[in-house]
């Protein structure tokens, strides 16, 4: 497709449960970034990926955050152990530079619901 | 941490009017972009002004950037109901490697 892709669009979890969010960036995009969206409020950084190298983690909330791009093109963010804070909307962003504050362009999000 | 802070928090305005939108931030930029984000939807980028940019103009957008305010601000001329939408400012701070840092939003409606 033309744009970023994400799956599911929507995720309901159980607290305590694991869950796997994914991304499919704009083909030949180096840069890939995830944000997190509370309800009415702005993106928060949480990590960015420069091809297959994780080039900052310090937005990853806590170890129960983790997110890997393996070959440098799709993207998993996995949370581990759900809390009810953690529901919110994932999104992913893909950018065609490597220096940084280029444009991005973003995927539609994946919501997730813990109850 | 969010570094801008829009204002107005929300904004209703005819159909056919002009919206103006501000930003401010708190540390020294390289770069400040405006996003739109229809509900249920990504963010979409509608314009990047460089640090040593004081205004920029794309179609119906105008973007003034005052740094020694660290201040913004977004007109869109002759809205339109499509133009409904929340906005964001973000901003690259030097010191932030290649993140960008979004602000909480203008929710703009136009009525028809």
């Known amino acids: 497709g033309a744009g970023v892709s994400q799956s599911p669009r929507y995720k309901v979890a159980k607290r305590g449960q694991d869950v796997a969010l994914r991304c499919d960036p704009i083909?030949?995009?180096?840069?890939l970034f995830w944000y997190q969206q509370a309800l009415g409020q702005g993106p928060e950084f949480l990590t960015y990926?420069?091809?297959?190298?994780?080039?900052?983690k310090s937005g990853l909330p806590s170890d129960r955050f983790f997110a890997e791009r393996p070959e440098g093109s799709v993207s998993t963010l996995k949370i581990q152990r759900t809390q009810q804070e953690d529901s919110a909307v994932y999104l992913c962003?893909?950018?065609?530079?490597?220096?940084?504050?280029?444009?991005?362009?973003f995927g539609n999000g994946t919501r997730l619901t813990v109850t | 941490s969010q570094q801008g802070e829009e204002d107005p928090q929300a904004l209703s305005i005819q159909e056919g009017e002009n919206a103006t939108m501000n930003c401010s931030y708190k540390t020294s930029i390289n770069n400040l972009q405006w996003y739109r984000q229809n509900s249920g939807r990504g963010l979409v980028h509608l314009i990047l002004?460089?640090?040593?940019?004081r205004e920029k103009h794309s179609g119906r957008l105008r973007v003034t950037l005052d740094t020694s305010k660290k201040s913004s601000s977004l007109l869109i001329t002759a809205s339109r109901a499509a133009d409904t939408a929340s906005y964001f400012c973000a901003t690259h701070p030097w010191t932030s490697g290649s993140r960008l840092t979004f602000g909480e939003g203008t929710q703009l409606t136009v009525n028809p």
């Open positions: 962003a893909s950018s065609s530079h490597r220096q940084g504050g280029s444009p991005l362009h």
């Open positions: 990926f420069q091809n297959e190298a994780q080039l900052d």
């Open positions: 002004i460089r640090s040593n940019e």
């Open positions: 083909s030949g995009h180096v840069s």
